[in-house]
């Protein structure tokens, strides 16, 4: 059996384009977390369940993994620096942010595509990453905003006329 290397494997997936989200949450001292990922999908309608993949080196998911809950936030094509911001480990990543509070006290991103609240419902393991399953809590979203993509390893340059 032959084995893809990793480089390899991220390149060639590197030709689907994803969108972006910022998945975020409170650590349990009250600061805002906050990671950007292009591992994000619907799973099912009935019950209403997103998933998303984490790195098992990230900094960021084991704060919000004890809280039970997070936010995700689909990035505008507005925000591209935002989510290289967000793709960063440490830092402040939240300086200069406009923020928001969702109903429940996670930190939102103002000019989302979309947003998503959601506790989580079950991890699972995936290689270097893990599969978070959510169940959405609540939904909204904005009509009128293009969303944020990543192609072959960044963000297109975006003109619109």
């Not at 949450?25 to 019950?47: E, H, I, K």
């Not at 997103?50 to 004890?66: D, E, Q």
């Not at 620096?81 to 300086?95: C, E, H, P, Y």
Request: some cysteine.
């Amino acid at each position: 059996m032959t084995t893809v290397e990793p480089d390899v494997l991220r390149r060639v997936c590197g030709h689907w384009a994803t969108g972006v989200a910022v998945v975020t949450g409170r650590a349990a001292d009250g600061a805002p977390l906050g990671m950007a990922v292009n591992s994000f999908t619907s799973l099912s309608l009935d019950p209403p369940l997103v998933l998303f993949c984490p790195a098992l080196a990230s900094s960021t998911w084991p704060g919000i993994r004890a809280a039970g809950r997070f936010a995700v936030d689909v990035l505008a094509t507005r925000h591209a620096a935002l989510a290289g911001v967000f793709a960063r480990s440490g830092g402040d990543k939240f300086a200069g942010v406009p923020l928001r509070e969702t109903a429940d006290g996670l930190p939102a991103i103002e000019g989302a595509v979309a947003r998503l609240v959601c506790s989580v419902d079950a991890v699972h393991p995936g290689g270097d990453h893990e599969i978070v399953v959510g169940r959405v809590q609540h939904a909204e979203h904005e009509d009128d905003l293009d969303p944020l993509l990543f192609h072959r390893g960044r963000t297109p340059d975006y003109h619109f006329v």
